[in-house]
Nanobody
Framework: QVQLVESGGGLVQAGGSLRLSCAGS????????MGWYRQAPGKQRELVAHITGGGSTNYADSVKGRFTISRDNAKSTMYLQMNSLRPEDTAVYYC????????WGQGTQVTVSS
């Protein structure tokens, strides 16, 4: 069984930075396809960034050049470095992993004030 726990969310002013972490249990995470999603009030959940087990990445157009996804397989942890934050980045951010089936974290709130 895989469990994912996010941390690092909070309140930040526009232009600021936050670093989200997703700690996973289970060694199988080292081969998992993983990603960060977000859901703002009244909106659908959307993919923010994705990273394969081999380290290939892709990003939503809205965050390219500002966010960086990374992973440390030895620690079973994934990160999202978020710079130049904007009010429209405000959302609950979820960690996701796919290996045989989908796994989700409980979410962490990110609020960017203008």
């Amino acid at each position: 069984q895989v469990q994912l726990v996010e941390s690092g969310g909070g309140l930040v002013q526009a232009g600021g930075s936050l670093r989200l972490s997703c700690a996973g249990s289970g060694s199988i995470l080292s081969i998992a396809s993983m990603g960060w999603y977000r859901q703002a009030p009244g909106k659908q959940r959307e993919l923010v960034a994705h990273i394969t087990g081999g380290g290939s990445t892709n990003y939503a157009d809205s965050v390219k050049g500002r966010f960086t996804i990374s992973r440390d397989n030895a620690k079973s942890t994934m990160y999202l470095q978020m710079n130049s934050l904007r009010p429209e980045d405000t959302a609950v951010y979820y960690c996701h992993a796919y290996v045989i089936r989908h796994y989700w974290g409980q979410g962490t709130q990110v609020t960017v004030s203008s």
